[in-house]
């Protein structure tokens, strides 16, 4: 073949080359999951406020794991490729998601040991959310009188939020109590400064909004394996965050069904060289989405025989 | 939604498939090339760039062409690498396809990768692309005439070079 008619032809054959539809489907999905993730607007403003022992940070926390999520291009070469993209948009497209959050606490060498708390997380739509308190271990005795963030007594306590509205209340179905929650209070992460925010609508539960913030171009593939039942394929970031007396270490996993692309568990564990930071580890598990839900349960009216405050 | 944002989404959606293509055609690896779309859309988002672009759509496309021949200089010192060191081929690392394997068309990118940074994008963008010379002298800021005369000496000099490692090739086997 002449040099230039075998030049030509290489070119030609370079310029008919086109990646199949799905292949370019799946690529604008990852790549508009990392343009989302990079939205200065869309991104938690102060997760650092997170201190172990207010009882808030039960809440933020909760968010916090499901930010790990769920991202991820693509799997490990023996693994079956799922881009983040198309985990992120198959939560989205879900009615409703319901799972079981278990915290605990990760002593140091010396350390009493805290509570662990377990919850059932009902979430509606995108903004309606409900939280029931189902067990608490308590920690070990604490000196001079101190408390754990979360002790027995907490059983039982449901909190119900519809985040569209910016409308939060608590029910104890055991006192009978019902409060409407007009404040959060955090503590600053650097300084121990509390702060107080008013109770403000927002437009999705921390568990969407966290989708989108999971650093998947950094995550790590994990090869395939079997949990709660599922062949599932996991992604692992890892994460430091310098403050002041310390950083602070967070690790995410997310393991993810290879055939639904739905999360199946989420693990989050975060440890600190801050000796006042207590290092906690979260899972997620028992996940299910798109079950019926109750709207009864969402209701953030007083039920019958509550006493109402705030 | 800020305005940057609808911005990089809005070319996301309308140049995607476009730019997904031209990084398969330089990568001949399609999972590369999808690793490479959220790397340049993350560049375009951080940086803010393409909005003060004068014209969006030219600098996504020679962005693109930079992180592509980018990952192919990045991948050949691995090769060399691994050559160097002769190590038994990993069963864990992704296979390669079979357009990977195509030497000839590995050559003619590894031509265009020596080409300067304007004469390739003028190449990828007439030869890998199709594009009118209109169009590319506008992205590359030459003149419609200027252009024709680079991608001639372009391709005079991309012959020069895939005849020369061809013969490289042949020397090699006697």
Partial sequence: MRRNQRLSRQLHELSRLTPDVECTRRAMQAARAVVCETLPDMRSKDWSLVRFWPRTALALFAGVLIVVGIVLAVVGPSSPSIAFAEVVNQVAAVKSVQYVETRSHMPRAGEPRGPTEVKKVTILGRSQMREECTSVTPGDPLPNGDEWYADPSEVGIVMISDLARGVFVTLNPKTKNFSVVKQFASMSRDDGKISVSKAAPAPEADFFKSLQLFPAAEAERLAARDVAGHQVIGFRSTEKAEHKNGVDTWTRTYWVDNKTKLPVQIEVTMESTDPDMGQIRGVLGDMIFDAPIDESLMSTEPPDGYTVRE | ?174
Wanted: glycine letters at 4%; aromatic letters at 4%.
């Fill in chain 2, 1 to 174: 939604m800020n305005e940057a944002a609808n911005h990089v989404l809005s070319l996301l959606a309308e140049e995607g498939p476009r730019l997904h293509t031209l990084l398969v055609r330089i990568t001949l690896r399609e999972d590369v090339a999808e690793d490479l779309m959220q790397d340049l859309f993350l560049k375009l988002s951080r940086r803010h760039a393409l909005s003060r672009a004068v014209d969006p759509v030219g600098y996504a496309v020679r962005a693109a062409t930079r992180l592509a021949f980018d990952w192919r200089r990045s991948e050949q010192r691995r090769r060399d690498t691994m050559e160097i060191q002769s190590e038994p081929a990993s069963n864990h690392g992704p296979k390669p396809c079979q357009l990977e394997q195509r030497e000839d068309l590995q050559a003619v990118l590894d031509a265009i990768e020596q080409l300067s940074t304007v004469c390739r994008n003028i190449v990828v963008m007439r030869y890998l692309e199709g594009r009118p010379y209109e169009e590319i002298s506008a992205t590359v800021g030459k003149t419609t005439h200027q252009t024709r005369a680079l991608c001639y000496k372009s391709i005079v000099r991309l012959r020069a070079m895939t005849n020369a490692t061809r013969s490289q090739g042949s020397e090699a086997l006697k």
